[in-house]
Structure formats: structure tokens, C-alpha cells
């Protein structure tokens, strides 16, 4: 076998090798140093020898008695009280065959465990890209940023308050489990979005990252069957990726939605997001944020051009969505979708009005929907003024490009 | 485990009660305490006098020298506190929740350092 196939079992089967294992042996840092250190065995035996037919459980095995031979090390020249500790631990690690459901539940541990609402929300996205993505230390800190030193700190610090402070290693109960979920899916959205359009830099997406939100999405609707958030997430992160090859040019330039050529978007991609979607509102219970985004994207994905979309509906959706989850991002994409069907003066109004009451402060998008109402509506030099403004807003470096072009595009028509 | 549940709150929103207010807050605090005792979380627990009793005391130099009130100015002054035992944080974070004080300022909650450096050590799983 070669390395590079080797590399990639690595990849696949880190979360969930490193789900069981901590499991096993109680202990996150033992876990993951064993684990490593069972991949190095691997890396020595597997491109001579057959691959095992389970890797999974191979590497988990290795792994498992590389932590006991550690802790019977450091038993042998350790206090007394610590083994008696590890005689449980150690009687705990020497398991039978385990069936698949048990486990699926060490995935859904690990994730519960690193979107415990006790860490902040960057240190649940480091930690679930490190430990249930399999990122490296290097990568999850390219993510955030940070430098490498920076993001190894950061996540030491995250295991040590697992250890200390008590963090269980469980699936939250079932009364808890619907706010402990919304958790989850609040780290996966994060890591999509920042996927989906960069914080700032260079490029306008890291496609990297909206593979690994979807990615996360698939292994919880496995794990979890039958919940309409996961679903509704899971469809909503299909369909907007779905269309990433229209979304800018070759040289990295912005191409808008009314603008991007339909041909180039992932059909299979946007099937599989349509049937999703379909699934999510046919389970029962109330409107439900993801699901109601999604139903907006999928109507987005169905239409032939940017101007026979059914804005109607999408307003309505909005709607829906200010209701059950108002935010001045929905606000914003609310106006947005009024101004295609009443035309952008109504819009204006809608978003100068929340401005009023303070709803949008500090919100960066607000200047550029603001300037593209304005051109719209022929008022060149408020356009103008709302561009600039937009431009000072942004760190990402296509948007800036993007706002010089329509800068450019309001001189030649005045 | 042993968790410190520590209780923030402004003095100054405090110090605005009125009688029936304070003696709801008392009669709250009796009835959460019974409780957790009865569950057997509860070991220790008080509620302690405002932070303009306080005397904050320091050793430089070999000379104590002391300062009246707080270590800091902040908004929210500790206020009492409780040391539960709770099997985890998020059954520590649920008896946290039902503190009255968590209505309306907040509440820290801090696992007690299980003093046995070698033990923390063979846990973390470095020699």
C-alpha cells in the first residue's frame, strides 16, 4: 500500500479511532499520543504486509495497548494510590467485540464533548476540527489564522479543561440533547461559513473547510437519523456549496448570484440537497431555522435564471425565519429578496428603518446591501458614498475588488 | 468531583431591595440550600458581607501592607458561594443554574484542584 492510501485511512479513521479510544482509556492526551503512535507502527508494517481488513480496529488495538504498556510504565515506578486508579482504568481497557452502535455513540461523545458549551466558540471549532476531523495542530491553526505554536497552546489548554474541570465524555441526556445539538450545529455552521465566504485574506473561499462542515453534517445525520436541523443543515451546506464554481472568476474575482453562469453549479450535489430538504420538512414539529434556509437555497438551486426565481416565496421564508430566528443577517437578506418583488425603494425603507432602531450597528454587510438599493435606484452618489463605506468595512480582499468595480461601473454612468 | 460555586452580583442593584424583596431572596436561598442538601450535592456554603467590609492584604518586601475593599473594582462583587460535589460540569452547571443569584448576576463554578501532583501527572499521561 502505498503512503499517500495510508495518509488517507489516517484522515478517515482518526475521529472515530480517537472517539473509542478515549473511551477506553479515560484519558484524551493518552489517547491521542497512543493513537499516533499506533500510526507509526502502521506506517512501518502496512507498506510491506497486507492491510489489515479492519483498519479501524487495528490501529484502535495497537493504540489501546500502546496506552497500557505506557500506564503500566509509569505504574511501576509511580504511588500507589495511582495505580489502584489504573487497575479500573486498565480492567475497563480490555474489551470484547463491540458492535457498531456502541461505536457510533464514542463519535457522537467526542463531538458532544468538544462542542461543550463550557469551551468558547472557537476553541469548539479548533477542537472538533483537531479531534473529530483529524486535522493537524498546523492545519486547524491555518484555519483560525494562528500561528501553529499559538493553536497548540490553545488546544492543550481545551484537553486540560476536559480533564480538570469534569467535561463528561457523554451524549447529553434527552431532556438536554435538542439545546446540546443546536451547539453542535452552531460549530459545523461556523466552520462552513468561514468556508463559504473568508473572514478576510486573500481568497474569497476555503473550500477545505466547507468539505469538513459537510463532512461533519453527513456523520451526524448518520449517527442521528431522522432530526430535521441535521438534516436542514446538512441540505442548506449542500446546496449553497453546490454552487462554488460559479461563485468567482479564475482570477479569484466575486461573480454575483443575478450574474453567475447556472451551468457550472453541482447538480448531483444540489439533487442530494433538494431530496434533504424534502426529508427535513416532511418530519413533524415547528418551523425550523436550518430547514426554512435551506427551502430559501433550494429555491435558489430550482430556478432557471436570477430574475424567474420565486421571490415571493423567498420573501415569505424570511419572513418566517425573522419570527423564529431574527438576526440582522436575516434582516438584511430579507430587504434583499423585498427589493425583487416590490422593487428597492420598499427595501430601503425596511433597512433605514432598522438602522433607526439600532438593529444592524456594526454589521458589515450592511453598507454594500445598502449601496446596491441605491444604484438601483438611480441615486448614483449615495450609491457611491454607501461603497466606500462598504469598502472600509471589509478585510476580505475580492468584496474590496468587488465594490471598486461597481465604483468604476457609477462613474462611467454619471 | 468538588466544584466552588461562586456568587456574583451588584451590591448596588442589591442595595436598592426593598423589604419584601429581600426576604423573597432570603426564603429563595433557604429553599435551593435545603435542597441541595437533600440530594447530597451540598458540603459547604455562605453567603458572605458586602465587598465595603473587605480588606485586601498583601506581602511585599516582608511588610503586610493592606488596602480597604476589593482586589477589583468590577461591576458584579462575589457574594457567597457553595462547594457541591457533582459527578460532572454539567451536573455542576445544573446546581449552578438553580442558584437564585444566577437570575440576576452570575455564577462561577470552579473544579477544586484534586491536590496529588502524581496523580494529575499519570492522568495526563507524561512521565
Known sequence: ?414 | MQYLLMIYRSEAELFKMNDAERQKMTADYGTFTQSIIQSGHFKAGDGLQPSTTATTVRVREGKVLTTDGPFAETREQLGGYYLVEAKDLDAAIAIAARIPGAKNGSVEVRPIMIYSPELVQARSGRP
Open chain 1, 1 to 414: 500500500m502505498l503512503p499517500a492510501e495510508i495518509e488517507k485511512i489516517f484522515r478517515d479513521e482518526t475521529g472515530r479511532a480517537l472517539a473509542t479510544l478515549i473511551r477506553l482509556v479515560g484519558d484524551f492526551d493518552l489517547a491521542e499520543d497512543a493513537l499516533q503512535e499506533a500510526f507509526a507502527a502502521a506506517l512501518e508494517r502496512w507498506p510491506s504486509a497486507d492491510v489489515p481488513s479492519n483498519p479501524r480496529a487495528w490501529l484502535v488495538n495497537v493504540a489501546r495497548n500502546k496506552a497500557i504498556d505506557r500506564i503500566r510504565r509509569q505504574i511501576s515506578f509511580r504511588a500507589k494510590e495511582a495505580e489502584l486508579t489504573h487497575e479500573a482504568l486498565l480492567d475497563a481497557a480490555i474489551l470484547p467485540e463491540e458492535d457498531s452502535a456502541a461505536l457510533d455513540d464514542d463519535m457522537l461523545r467526542l463531538i458532544f464533548t468538544c462542542c461543550h458549551p463550557s469551551f468558547a466558540a472557537e476553541v469548539q471549532v479548533a477542537l472538533t476540527l483537531r479531534t473529530v476531523c483529524g486535522l493537524s495542530t498546523a492545519q486547524v491553526a491555518r484555519a483560525f489564522l494562528v500561528n501553529e505554536e499559538a493553536m497548540g497552546q490553545r488546544l492543550v489548554r481545551a484537553k486540560q479543561k476536559i480533564r480538570l474541570a469534569g467535561i463528561p465524555y457523554e451524549v447529553p441526556e434527552r431532556d438536554a440533547l435538542g439545546l446540546r445539538l443546536r451547539g453542535v450545529l452552531a460549530v459545523i455552521y461556523l466552520v462552513f461559513t468561514e468556508g463559504y465566504v473568508a473572514t478576510s485574506g486573500e481568497a474569497l473561499m476555503r473550500p477545505d473547510l466547507a468539505r469538513e462542515a459537510i463532512r461533519l453534517a453527513r456523520l451526524l445525520d448518520a449517527l442521528m437519523p431522522g432530526r430535521r436541523e441535521v438534516k436542514g443543515l446538512l441540505a442548506l451546506m449542500l446546496l449553497h456549496d453546490a454552487r462554488r464554481a460559479g461563485r468567482q472568476t479564475k482570477g479569484g474575482d466575486i461573480v454575483l448570484l443575478e450574474e453567475q453562469d447556472r451551468t457550472l453549479w453541482d447538480r448531483a450535489q444540489i439533487t442530494e440537497g433538494l431530496k434533504l430538504v424534502e426529508e427535513a420538512l416532511q418530519l413533524p414539529g415547528r418551523a425550523e431555522s436550518y430547514a426554512v434556509q435551506a427551502a430559501i437555497a433550494a429555491l435558489h438551486a430550482r430556478a432557471p435564471n436570477f430574475h424567474d426565481t420565486d421571490w415571493k416565496q423567498i420573501a415569505g421564508l424570511y419572513e418566517v425565519l425573522l419570527r423564529i430566528s431574527p438576526s440582522p443577517v436575516i434582516e438584511l437578506n430579507h430587504a434583499a429578496a423585498v427589493s425583487m418583488v416590490d422593487g428597492p425603494a420598499r427595501a430601503l425603507d425596511l433597512i433605514d428603518a432598522l438602522q433607526a432602531r439600532g438593529g444592524l450597528d456594526g454589521y458589515e454587510l450592511l453598507p454594500a446591501v445598502r449601496a446596491d438599493l441605491l444604484r438601483r435606484l438611480g441615486r448614483h452618489q449615495a450609491a457611491r458614498e454607501a461603497y466606500l463605506a462598504a469598502t472600509a468595512a471589509t478585510q476580505l480582499e475580492p468584496l474590496r475588488r468587488l465594490y471598486a468595480r461597481r465604483l468604476a461601473e457609477l462613474d462611467v454612468e454619471s
